[in-house]
Antibody, heavy 116, light 112 residues
Framework: DVQLLESGGGLVPPGGSLRLSCAVS????????FNWVRQTPGKGLEWIAF????????YYTDSVRGRFTISRDNSKNSLYLDMNSLRVEDTAIYYC?????????WGQGAAVVVSS | DIVMTQTPLFLSVTPGQPASISCKSS???????????FYWYVQKAGQSPQLLIQ???KRVSGVPDRFSGSGSGTDFSLKISRVEAEDVGVYYC?????????FGQGTKLEIK
């Protein structure tokens, strides 16, 4: 079965850092592209970062560029999101998502709360 | 950024009746390769979103044939021919023709 399992969420103060991980199983990790997508009650679903199979192709939405870093370790079948200089507005559920034609598999989500 | 506008935002439907959701994009979603990068998702209570329809009208494996997608350019729709209780959830449209990929606000479907 295809599984994407996020971990690393939690409560962090403004300005703090957090690393989200996504462990993938059930398919050949290194042949797929991935996104991180977040969801909030106010802004809904928001794409925030993309990483290609080659690891070097990365894209970010404007609001996180320079603060967040997407990466992958194909030897560990894992995807990461390093989040720095966190802001209150980064509070959200973060999903790792496999990209094919559309986002065909989603993790269960990791909750990140940025609050003092 | 491409803005995706869904209507209505709320639907209350009697089981067995049809339902329709519209999604309009602020720019064409037709790419130069002839593909249209438009998708529908549903998020059921307590779950992650799941892909329903790819590239306007292609149902994902396992999606019942009472779901159909149509449209072109900037105007798209999702139709459920006969709503069932299990269809309750929030439906989202999404485009991926231009980064950033963007979603509609979501349409909440309830059963009367």
């Amino acid at each position: 079965d295809v599984q994407l399992l996020e971990s690393g969420g939690g409560l962090v103060p403004p300005g703090g850092s957090l690393r989200l991980s996504c462990a993938v199983s059930g398919f050949s990790f290194d042949t797929y592209n991935f996104n991180w997508v977040r969801q909030t009650p106010g802004k809904g679903l928001e794409w925030i970062a993309f990483i290609g199979r080659d690891k070097d192709t990365v894209y970010y939405t404007d609001s996180v560029r320079g603060r967040f870093t997407i990466s992958r370790d194909n030897s560990k079948n894992s995807l990461y999101l390093d989040m720095n200089s966190l802001r209150v507005e980064d509070t959200a559920i973060y999903y790792c998502v496999r990209v094919t034609s559309g986002y065909d598999y989603w993790g269960q989500g990791a909750a990140v709360v940025v609050s003092s | 950024d491409i803005v995706m506008t869904q209507t209505p935002l709320f639907l209350s439907v009697t089981p067995g009746q049809p339902a329709s959701i519209s999604c309009k994009s602020s720019q064409t979603l037709l790419w130069s390769n002839g593909k249209t990068y438009f998708y529908w998702y549903v998020q059921k209570a307590g779950q992650s979103p799941q892909l329903l329809i790819q590239e306007v009208s292609k149902r994902v494996s396992g999606v019942p044939d009472r779901f159909s997608g149509s449209g072109s350019g900037t105007d798209f729709s999702l139709k459920i021919s006969r709503v069932e209780a299990e269809d309750v959830g929030v439906y989202y449209c999404m485009q991926s023709v231009h980064l950033p990929d963007t979603f509609g606000q979501g349409t909440k479907l309830e059963i009367k």
